[in-house]
């Protein structure tokens, strides 16, 4: 499939209301540099999440008048960020829904994971939209296959946020174009699930809150910032053939290989934050501190746990479900101390977005 084929010229009239959850997702080999329009530089591979979600009302009427056809509400209030910032997402996907132009748009979301826990909710809630959006088109378009349905859903929620096109399917996603998964491609992604182990998929991920602020670089300064670092063609190569090698890791279930290529991908990412220019730092004391404390209790328990990080300080500590009470007893004791007001997320691996009726 290409651009063209996500296009849907159709001018018509809506008058009504859908709403659909999202989660987030943790990438295990990451995105880190893209080209214009959220083209990844590398192929990236991740969990979805279960847990940390966002739930979004899309609302639809005639236009009434000339006036901004936008209203955006996050947690009960009118959010004048949102509401611009959507806007901006709108211009860019207009020719693929005309009808956004043509109508009174009122949109409701909420996150149900804390206010200020520093979780990117932007994967969540681009795939969210993105789904209420697809989700009208195919009330005018009976002819639309659940699978048009997810690579759109997918496609549009990449424009908005690269990392939330993983958002639309799960538990095991690829997006980017990978010679080791057939179908993989830079427009959407695509579940490799039927490809992955079953160990993985009812794998845990633990979100230790280290610190709630807001971090100083987002995401897509830090993607701007790959294009002059002097190891940013080292660094996509890398990622390409830990893609290709993770592929054999999650069909055998080899979780020591997993844990090899989740950690260094994290530390990865955080060295070209160090080596841009300007250089900076998102990790903190206590995400050091963390990290030190789950490598020294695997290696003297054996157990098979460990970190990745995304663009921020908190620490995802990955597990298989069946070392879950273990693991508990590990967090409360020697972990949450380190967490901001002892704040942690049981997250674990979950499917994408449902609707809500
Ligand atoms: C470190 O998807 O947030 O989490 O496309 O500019 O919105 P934009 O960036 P974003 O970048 C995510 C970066 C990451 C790695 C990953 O999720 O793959």
Known sequence: ???????FSKDIKLDGIVKW???????????W??????????????????????????????KSNNNSNLKFEFEGETNIAFEDKTRAFFKKIDKYFPFILNHDIEI????????????????????????CLVDFEKMNNSEMSDDFFWKKASFISR?????????????????GESE???????????????QTHEIFKDFNDTILIIDPGQKKI??????????????????????????????????????????????????MIHSLMLTSNPSYILMKPNTLKVISKITEYRSESKLPICFTLDAGSNVHLLYPNNIKDKISDFINNELIKYCS?????????????????
Request: hydrophobic residues 35%; glycine residues 6%.
């Open 218 to 267: 987002s995401s897509t300064e830090g993607h701007k910032l790959m294009n002059k670092n002097p190891f940013s063609n080292q660094r996509y190569d890398i990622a390409r053939k830990n893609v290709i090698d993770l592929k054999n890791i999650l069909k055998s279930g080899d979780l020591d290989g997993f844990i090899s290529i989740a950690e260094s991908e994290a530390l």
């Open 33 to 62: 540099g893209k080209l214009e329009n959220q083209i990844p530089q590398n192929p990236s591979i991740s969990l979805t999440l279960n847990e940390s979600i966002t739930t979004t009302s899309l609302s639809l009427k005639p």
């Open 180 to 194: 080791a998964y057939e179908n993989s491609n830079d427009l959407y992604a695509v579940n490799i699930s039927n």
């Open 159 to 175: 424009i908005g946020s690269g990392s939330a096109s993983r958002s639309t399917c799960g538990p095991v996603v690829i997006w």
């Open 108 to 131: 409701k979301s909420k996150n149900n994971f804390p206010h200020s826990s520093g979780i990117a909710s932007s994967a969540s809630s681009m795939a969210a939209l993105s789904a």
């Open 21 to 31: 959850t999202a989660p987030s997702n943790i990438a295990i080999v990451k995105y």
């Open 1 to 7: 499939m290409n651009e063209k084929d996500f296009i």
């Open 341 to 357: 007001s002892n704040k942690y997320i049981e997250d674990k691996v979950g499917s994408g977005p449902e609707k809500i009726n």
